[in-house]
């Protein structure tokens, strides 16, 4: 049976429908899986962002092993003190390339265009990345974690934020670390990721000489 | 074409295109960092100093422990005169000018350090304890004044206490019964008890170690420790780590406003830094609408290292 009903495909007020045509339209698997590039791609500088995300996929993957198996775990056995070294040396890859990959695109002024946004986001991924990473000391139940929380205490709280946010509580600090923050990064890192696959990689400095303005205008 | 692929191509028209594989890419880079990670955990493992506990504390150096305990008692300690969030002692908070975010917060932790750190623990151990049930009726039918008569003549002979088997001596004086206070609240600290005692919140389960490390911060056996591993404030600590490891290096910035003056003699060097790493990360995030930081990438010849191959053409 093909009695389809043509009223069907341009029903205006179907959100669903509304939803899948500004989806098809501004997240084409062209430009989200895309299988060429300008031919200027080609420099190590690249590749950071990409080494970056392969340390995040570590982290949560390692991450989810050492929530599995509880905060103690790590402590007490071999296994876990295993899966809690590919944790930390995961983070400071991660940490690492991900820094290159923004003094990278710093020097590439790759905000231009009209990629502000995919610039902004990337800094707060930082930032929250760097909340993240602390809150995750915080929880390694160690001497470290007790310094870091006696020592960080003073900031957070002359800031006004310990008033909610009290890095002397554990409970509150690994649950932080384990869930919201993970979700938050990982989001904004895949909220990154489209922001740069929807406008593609910016073109080089033009040699003529340009403002480098957020809005300039592709020549 | 959809919108997005059409922008695209008029974005890159005129531009040669060439193969390329992202996701081969991030397969690669996967199997790359598994390969570093997994060598980085098998040859230096991760930091792990075991922590420390009331116990070891009272344990270890017992006259820091009973002084740190006496300055809770006479409200002389850190914590006894934080401010908020813990009280509200007065022009405690850090501040700049009318600015001062923790009095806007107020008291969210409440923490009395006399009755939460040795009263109440005293209490819950004296069942069975005539001496000590003795000694915190007569502490407590004491006048505030003579209170502090004998927590003061008791501080000022602290100075010169000597610890032995277990027990902190000090020369003869009116103490009345800190003394007794005190020896008790050190056993009780010595078996482990008061690690407990003084997470007690009426919960079976706790995850909520406020109160233990307040008291552990208070006193000097913690900082000295973080000190022999260049973990305190001056010693770029929180960007430090426990032995040889990488501690979070990203903070540097963060830790280095500590380390130079005004930040390291300014009373609210706290609230000054933090409001500085705010204003420094949305500049940050802002850099594409601020001239000048805008424009440095294009004066910089950077950009023709990593597009040499475009310039060359």
Redesign the interface.
Same mark, same amino acid.
């Given at each position: 049976m093909t009695d389809r009903n043509p009223a069907i495909d341009t029903d205006s007020g179907n959100w669903t429908l509304a939803i899948r045509r500004w989806l098809e339209r501004r997240l084409p698997l062209d430009s989200l899986l895309p299988h060429r590039m300008p031919y200027y791609v080609g420099s190590w500088v690249y590749v950071f962002g990409v080494v970056a995300i392969a340390g995040l996929i570590w982290i949560v993957a390692s991450g989810v092993v050492l929530a599995f198996f509880g905060p103690q775990w790590w402590h007490i056995s071999s296994v876990g003190r295993f899966v809690n070294s590919i944790h930390f040396w995961s983070v400071q890859v991660f940490f690492i390339f991900m820094v290159l990959h923004l003094w990278g695109q710093y020097f590439m002024a790759s905000w231009r265009d009209g990629r502000a946004p995919t610039w902004m986001i990337g800094v707060v991924i930082f930032a929250v990345s760097v909340g993240t990473a602390f809150t995750g000391y915080l929880s390694q139940q160690n001497f470290d974690a007790q310094w870091i929380a006696v020592n960080a205490k003073d900031a957070t709280n002359a800031a006004g934020v310990g008033a909610f946010f009290n890095v002397l509580n554990f409970g509150q600090m690994y649950g932080l670390h384990v869930m919201i923050f993970p979700i938050l990064v990982t989001t904004l890192v895949a909220l990154h990721v489209i922001q740069v696959r929807i406008r593609g990689v910016v073109k080089p400095i033009d040699p003529a000489g340009s403002a480098g303005g957020a809005g300039e205008a592709s020549k | 074409m959809?919108?997005?692929?059409s922008?695209?191509d008029?974005?890159?028209a005129g531009?040669?295109?060439?193969?390329?594989?992202?996701?081969k890419?991030?397969v690669i880079?996967?199997v790359?960092?598994?390969l570093?990670?997994?060598v980085?955990?098998?040859a230096?493992?991760?930091?792990?100093?075991?922590?420390?506990t009331i116990q070891t504390w009272a344990q270890s150096d017992p006259v820091d422990f009973v002084t740190t305990a006496v300055s809770e008692l006479s409200g002389q300690s850190e914590t006894a005169g934080?401010g908020?969030?813990y009280n509200n002692t007065p022009d405690a908070?850090?501040a700049i000018g009318p600015i001062q975010?923790?009095v806007?917060?107020?008291v969210?932790?409440p923490i009395n350090p006399a009755q939460d750190f040795v009263l109440k623990p005293l209490t819950l151990a004296s069942t069975g304890n005539p001496t000590l049930t003795a000694a915190l009726q007569a502490y407590d039918q004491a006048g505030a004044t003579q209170q502090g008569a004998w927590l003061d003549a008791y501080t000022k002979a602290l100075a010169n206490a000597t610890a032995s088997d277990g027990q902190v001596t000090v020369a003869s004086g009116d103490y009345g019964p800190v003394p007794t206070l005190m020896s008790n609240l050190l056993a009780v600290a010595r078996t482990g008890g008061l690690d407990g005692l003084l997470l007690d919140s009426g919960h079976f389960f706790q995850? $909520?170690?406020?109160r233990p =490390?307040?008291f552990?911060?208070d006193g000097s056996y913690?900082s000295n420790?973080?000190a022999a591993?260049h973990?305190?404030?001056d010693q770029w600590?929180?960007m430090n780590?426990?032995g040889s490891?990488?501690?979070?290096?990203?903070?540097w910035l963060y830790t280095f406003w500590y380390q130079v003056p005004p930040f390291s003699t300014a009373p609210?060097a706290?609230?000054v830094?933090?409001?500085l790493m705010v204003v420094l990360?949305a500049l940050?995030?802002?850099?594409?609408?601020i001239?000048i930081l805008? $424009?440095i990438?294009?004066w =910089?010849p950077?950009?023709r290292l990593?597009?040499?191959?475009?310039?060359r053409s």
């Open positions: - | 959809s919108g997005a692929a922008s695209q008029r974005y890159y531009i040669r295109m060439v193969r390329y594989d992202l996701v890419e991030l880079a996967l790359v960092t598994a570093l990670v997994l980085a955990a098998a230096f493992s991760s930091p792990d100093d075991p922590s420390v934080y908020q969030p908070a850090q975010p923790a806007w917060a107020g969210s932790t995850t $909520d170690f406020t =490390l307040l552990m911060g913690l420790l973080a591993q973990l305190t404030g600590g929180m780590e426990t490891y990488p501690g979070q290096t990203w903070l609210n706290d609230l830094v933090v409001i990360t940050l995030a802002l850099v594409p609408f001239p805008r $424009d990438p294009r =910089l950077v950009h990593i597009w040499r191959r475009y310039y």
